[in-house]
């Protein structure tokens, strides 16, 4: 790593031009943008259709596809491209909503720890991998090349194309897949077209934040919107700002430091994540009590039937 | 402008995964009617209403719907299914929901009202603020849909059903979670809607009592078959034991409730769960 050259100082400008006085630190920033604006669009999406869990599978088949493709002599990207795509038709089927959601679990939870297994025995046999397994795992900053970044940008552009040309209907169905269904949206044809992009985020995510940490551009800055807003649009945006913050704080950070990108990250989208819930929480509890039109809306009668059903699990 | 006859069944059968669920039933319904879809727990009443929207192909005989065969007219049709999957978790709001019920089908991505030349989507924002005070929910809707209670929340997906000004409107047990002077009140609003614009409402239901002084036509499921007619002429002891096929009492309270009696399964016209 480079010595850094204005870090003894406090001097804010200097130091970011310093960042981009480094080609590899150019890339990863360009990386981290474009990887930030697809992950946190997608994840907004993941977390109203409540498919955290597959999004979590996917980004462990990511590992050992990497370490694969580095063993078979490919660049680790198309590793990550390969695995998480093959992922997604396996789960395609499984991820029906339905209520036999259990049982399923407990069989993909048993195929993530097999892909694991399998990523550290390719990454073990493979010794030349840039920044070993830890890099694959938590992320790493440096030794983006050009082509990653130009490919990138392209899975970035043409995820966002995608939820532009099929966003509405994608929000109807996730948001009410019987009221979609009933409008003659074709439900189950872009619940298996939206695991798709989901893969290709995560495969593109995993080359920043590394297999371990997908979570926290594509999910932490889309919970934290959730929580600041219910409107679709604006919580898009909030979280597409939330991810670009802590991407680019994040790789500062992790170059002034000795401290990896990973960690940074992770960090600072918990922060804010955190930040979110208590400032949601402290609302809930100064607007309660205070609401005399709902009262006036209820009709007459016992009002035990009404069913409290705020906050359950959140996200 | 409103058809004059919205709905019309000859003959018709469905059948679901190769199995008859009802036969030889026949029907009209005209413009601005208010119709109540009664019977037993899997008699058959939510493939009536999937039959009509084009979901379930007609095994046997003839349907025609706003005057073209099921499913060419959906968009003329409202829709509330039966159990609908809201999770409480996720924060959308009222308007949100409504506002897909008018576009959500379209490619592309809703943008907001206020940018500059989106005049459809102005015109669309004032069509969700109109049809959300029609069904009174205007206080509420700009709330997450989850922290509304079952009333409210009801009244919301039916302006959803409702946005694109519908000449049929089909309900699925929209009153099922909702305590009684809730579903008067409901229902009362739904006739409303049928009177003041025309709609013709179509509600199935378990229990008759609380949509029963409003309804102009009954039909009854059970045994395969469905008879339908004014209320008075099938919740009655003689209809009703012809189409069970075994004998039936329909007994009326002093309140005006109607109570049916001797069914092969549990009550289902009056419910007791609701006294
Ligand atoms: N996909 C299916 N394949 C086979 N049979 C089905 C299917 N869906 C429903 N059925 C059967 O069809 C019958 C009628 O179902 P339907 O949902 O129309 O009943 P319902 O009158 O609406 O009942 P409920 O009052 O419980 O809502 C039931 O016996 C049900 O078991
Ligand atoms: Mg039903």
Avoid at chain 1, 112 to 131: K, M, N
Wanted: charged letters at 15%; glycine letters at 12%; one cysteine or more.
């Amino acid at each position: 790593m480079p010595e850094p050259v204005a870090a003894a100082t406090l001097d804010i400008p200097g130091r970011v031009r310093e960042l981009f006085t480094y080609h590899f630190m150019v890339n990863a920033l360009a990386a981290g943008t474009a990887v930030a604006v697809m992950a946190a669009i997608v994840g907004w999406f993941v977390v109203v259709r409540r498919q955290v869990f597959a999004g979590h599978t996917l980004s462990l088949v990511a590992f050992p596809g990497a370490a694969g493709a580095a063993l078979a002599g490919l660049p680790a990207a198309s590793g990550y491209y390969a695995a998480c795509g093959l992922g997604a038709v396996a789960l395609a089927p499984a991820s029906r909503s339905g209520p036999s959601r259990g049982a399923e679990t407990a069989a993909i939870g048993t195929v993530q720890a097999f892909a694991l297994g399998c990523g550290f025995l390719f990454a073990s046999l493979y010794h030349g991998l840039l920044g070993g397994v830890a890099a694959l795992l938590f992320g790493s900053f440096v030794g983006i090349d050009d082509g990653q970044v130009l490919t990138l940008f392209a899975v970035a552009a043409l995820a966002i194309a995608l939820i532009g040309i099929a966003g509405r209907p994608l929000l109807f169905a996730s948001l009410d897949p019987e009221g979609a269904a009933a409008a003659g949206v074709p439900v189950r044809a872009l619940g298996a077209a939206f695991l798709l992009l989901l893969a290709l985020a995560v495969a593109a995510t995993a080359q920043i934040t590394g297999a371990l940490l997908v979570f926290t551009l594509l999910v932490t800055p889309a919970a934290t919107a959730q929580a600041l807003t219910s409107r679709p649009v604006a919580g898009m945006l909030v979280a597409v700002a939330l991810a670009l913050i802590v991407t680019w704080l994040g790789l500062a950070f992790a170059y002034f430091s000795p401290w990896p990108v990973g960690f940074w990250i992770t960090s600072l989208s918990f922060g804010f994540f955190v930040l979110a819930r208590v400032w949601r929480a402290r609302r809930a509890r100064s607007a309660c009590g205070t609401s005399p039109t709902r009262r006036l809306m209820l009709p007459p009668g016992p009002p035990k039937r009404r069913r409290r059903r705020t906050r359950e699990g959140g996200a | 402008m409103r058809a004059e006859q919205v709905l019309r069944l000859e003959r018709a059968a469905a059948a679901l995964g190769g199995r008859t669920i009802w036969s030889d039933v026949s029907l009209t319904v005209d413009g601005g009617r208010f119709v109540a879809v009664l019977g037993p727990n899997g008699a058959g009443k939510s493939t009536l209403l999937r039959t009509i929207l084009g979901l379930v192909p007609l095994t046997a005989g003839d349907a025609t719907v706003l005057g073209a065969p099921p499913g060419a007219r959906n968009d003329m049709i409202g829709y509330l299914p039966q159990r609908r999957e809201l999770d409480p978790a996720v924060r959308v709001r009222g308007v949100d929901l409504v506002r897909l019920g008018l576009d959500g089908g379209r490619w592309g991505v809703p943008l907001p009202a206020w940018l500059p030349g989106n005049r459809t989507g102005r015109a669309a924002a004032r069509r969700v603020t109109d049809v959300l005070e029609l069904v009174d929910a205007a206080a509420y809707a700009r709330r997450p849909i989850g922290e509304l209670s079952g009333g409210e929340r009801q009244r919301v997906l039916i302006a959803q059903a409702l946005v694109r000004e519908p000449e049929l409107l089909m309900l699925d047990e929209p009153l099922d979670s909702l305590d009684l002077p809730g579903q008067r009140s409901v229902a009362a609003l739904l006739q409303r809607i049928c009177r003041t614009r025309g709609v013709a409402v179509v509600l199935v239901t378990h229990d008759v009592n609380p949509i029963l002084p409003y309804l102009d036509q009954v039909v009854y499921f059970a045994s395969g078959r469905a008879m339908a007619g004014a209320p008075e002429d099938v919740i009655a002891s003689g209809a009703l034991t012809g189409l069970y096929g075994v004998p039936i009492e329909v007994l009326r309270a002093s309140d005006g409730r109607l109570v049916v009696v001797g069914q092969p399964e549990a009550p289902h016209v009056h419910t007791p769960r609701h006294a």
